[in-house]
């Protein structure tokens, strides 16, 4: 009975070296809605705290996608929180994820008490769908210190997007992200509405893009930096040389190099 009490003890908060490690705990009713939290040891007073999102088109994957980056921004000295959401299907959209990462939030800065970190302006990060997700999220609640998004899907009513959807079988993602069936003529009002390119606001945001992406294009990205620029908002947009949807990050070295731009911009802009 000791021995497992004490394997419970270690499966439910590890350690890291110097980061504390509470698996999924829970902050809606579904099984879905739950989150990885990372804790460093010592004073958190000033500390960032990330909101990490991982991809999967909406419709797969989960914290397994992502616990290793979660790790390795957190042994930097940050507060990490992997957070999962629900799947879209013809009942849950976009906009429930939205509340699923609204909820997540909360259970976060209702948790800094416990722990000493900032009880609110937080960073987000996301990859792929997480991008789009971390995107639409900071830009709409506009309560981000700073966005960080890599291969994201920002401009889901471009008609080149549309058609790559179609042509490989998955244009239904889009329609049920947006909660509406696309026009093949144009004019596809809800998908618009979610996408990150048209709800710009004024969140420092960085972007991370391999220019061989062949899921997402990377002028998704290139064309969302030039808003940005235009709208004389902060933004960074870093192209990564023959790198695929993965943006490099499993690749070793690419992906110590982007943990550091990511970790440098969050530092940037955590004041």
């Known amino acids: 009975m000791k021995h497992y009490f004490l394997f419970l003890l270690f499966a439910f908060c590890s350690s890291f070296g110097q980061t504390n490690y509470f698996p999924h705990l829970s902050y809606g009713k579904s099984s879905q809605q739950i989150l990885d939290l990372y804790v460093p040891n010592g004073n958190l007073k000033d500390v960032p705290v990330v909101i990490l999102l991982h991809g999967g088109s909406w419709s797969m994957g989960g914290l397994e996608y992502t616990n290793k980056h ?64 971390a995107l639409l999220y900071g830009y709409t609640k506009r309560n981000m210190k700073s966005i960080t998004a890599l291969c994201a899907p920002s401009k889901l009513d471009s008609p080149e997007v549309l058609e790559l ?49 062949n899921v997402v294009d990377v002028s998704q990205s290139q064309n969302l930096y030039n808003e940005l620029k235009r709208k004389g908002i902060e933004t960074k947009l870093i192209i990564r040389e023959g790198k695929g949807h993965d943006v490099g990050m499993n690749t070793p070295e690419t992906e110590i190099q982007n943990i550091k731009d990511i970790t440098d911009w969050i530092l940037q802009h955590n004041k």
């Open 70 to 133: 979660a790790l390795d921004i957190a042994n930097k000295g940050f507060v990490v929180a992997n957070v999962d959401y629900r799947y879209i299907n013809d009942t849950i959209s976009a906009k429930d994820l939205l509340t699923d990462i609204g909820a997540a939030i909360k259970y976060v800065s209702k948790t800094s008490g416990k722990y000493g970190y900032a009880k609110k302006e937080y960073h987000i990060v996301g990859i792929s769908a997480g991008a789009h997700l």
């Open 165 to 213: 959807r179609k042509n490989s079988g998955h244009l239904d993602i889009i329609e049920k992200l947006a909660g509406a069936k696309i026009n093949p003529s144009g004019n596809n009002v809800a998908v618009t509405k979610i996408s990150p390119f048209s709800n710009i606001s004024n969140i420092p945001t960085l972007l991370i893009h391999g220019n061989a992406d």
